[in-house]
DNA sequence: CGGAAATTTACAAAAACCTTACACGGGATC
DNA sequence: GATCCCGTGTAAGGTTTTTGTAAATTTCCG
């Protein structure tokens, strides 16, 4: 028998509240309730929640704000916003920044509870988070910082360490640059970007990791999209 | 249970509205209306309708110009165009840029009715859109801009994904070259093209993905309309 | 302070994109 | 059938954008 996954909904509209809560608890969570953004905002921080539902549009302090200030708190807290519309791509971007995913309303349950279930899948895997990577030939301890190529011996740094493992944790996609400065470095949702500090962490580990950095099998760009990692299969 | 379908009818002729409204309703969908210009355009930017069914000659503010507003703030929002009548090619051409598709009046229910549901079917498809399509022998990952043909590894640029994607959500019909310059490109409604850019860029797409591009039997040419993606059955 | 790590700066290279120019071919006209 | 016109295919070249990386500079932390 698990533990009970708790979930935090922070949403002014009654209906839509106590919708959410009773489909939540249809599906096996435990949902509590806010009903303004300061409230939220401290049950998020008092509470251990394993998930936090965050309306973007609240009375009090909007969803953004709330989203970064417990961010700052809790770098791994799992957030997913609700978002008024499917508004325009670049504001869908910086949703995802803040939060781990988004939902557009009005959203149907269906949609809603996969979008939890991906979300929760991915940060309790983050929990139980392999204390060692394997990439290609190379045998990396996400604990001491270091690792091992054959022979060689090679020492990472923090930065270093966290790049790979967030990329390993999406190694079925590219990851953007953007997402990389927000949710390794944990800058804000600052588009448009105008440092390079990114591409100069991934030619660091190329060198360390990659047998020939200038064809890379492990650490491979996207073109137009960001970085991705191929995990040994 | 699927959650209500939501539309919003920027109609100002008393009889008209009334009517669709009336149709709506009985089809089940949950209608909401404007009359004037300015009115529709703040309810269209304030709540979320699944589509808009917007007549083009409104006291106010025309027709287009709420399109392309709407569009300016949510690329995705579906629009059909309810147009005076049947004019000329041009003035259908140049609504279809804009919307994802018109009616001319007078129009019969059974017509629009079908409309509708096309406009839903494709748009409620795109936000789930295939992560993956399937061309041919072909499988691309839309996310990694990479495909898979057999044994033979491709790259894709975003554009060429992007375009793939249109025609892929559109395979009814050919695409005209005005239609992807304003969809995927972005470009205004700028009729009389002077750029053959679209057309490099299909060259280069059958390079990529037909296994004979003299003889193309994926991404065909509809001489004197544009082009036309042929989906695996 | 001193040294390692992180970041910025600056430039080079590569890829993607767009324009131009010309060739080809279907369909219409004579 | 021969000819012309228009729409399409594509090679070649120039322009812009994105990425790689060396070197200089700043920041962090003992």
């Known amino acids: ?27 096996g969570y435990v949902p509590e309730s806010a009903t303004t953004g300061p409230e939220g905002l401290a049950k ?3 509470g251990t929640f394993d998930l ?11 969803g953004y704000e709330i989203c ?33 995913d988004y939902v557009a309303k009005p959203f149907s349950i269906q949609q809603l509870v996969l979008r939890i279930e991906a979300v929760l899948r991915r940060t ?10 394997t990439l290609g ?10 690792g091992r190529n054959g022979d060689e011996s090679i020492a990472f740094t923090r930065r270093e360490i966290e790049i790979l493992c967030y990329l390993a944790q999406h190694a079925d996609r590219a990851v953007s ?13 600052d588009l448009g970007i105008e440092t390079r500090t990114v591409d100069i962490h991934i030619a660091k580990l190329r060198q360390k990791i990659e047998l020939d950095n200038k ?19």
């Open 124 to 133: 309790q895997a983050g929990e139980r988070m392999a204390r060692t990577l």
């Open 44 to 46: 998020a921080l008092n």
């Open 52 to 62: 936090i539902l965050l309306d973007v549009m609240l009375p009090g302090m909007d």
């Open 177 to 189: 640059r953007e997402e990389l400065l927000s949710k390794v470095w944990g800058y804000g949702r």
């Open 68 to 100: 970064d200030r417990i961010r700052a708190r809790d770098r791994k807290q799992a957030i997913i916003m609700l978002t008024a519309k499917s508004s325009d791509e670049e504001i869908v971007a910086g949703l995802k920044l803040g939060a781990d």
């Open 137 to 146: 030939d190379c045998e990396i301890d996400t604990e001491n910082l270091s």
């Open 1 to 27: 028998m698990n533990r009970p996954v708790r979930i935090l909904v922070v949403e002014d509209e009654e209906a839509i509240r106590t919708g959410l809560m009773d489909v939540l608890v249809f599906h």
């Open 215 to 233: 064809n890379p099998r492990v650490l491979l760009t996207v073109r137009g999209a960001g970085y991705r990692l191929v995990q040994a299969g």
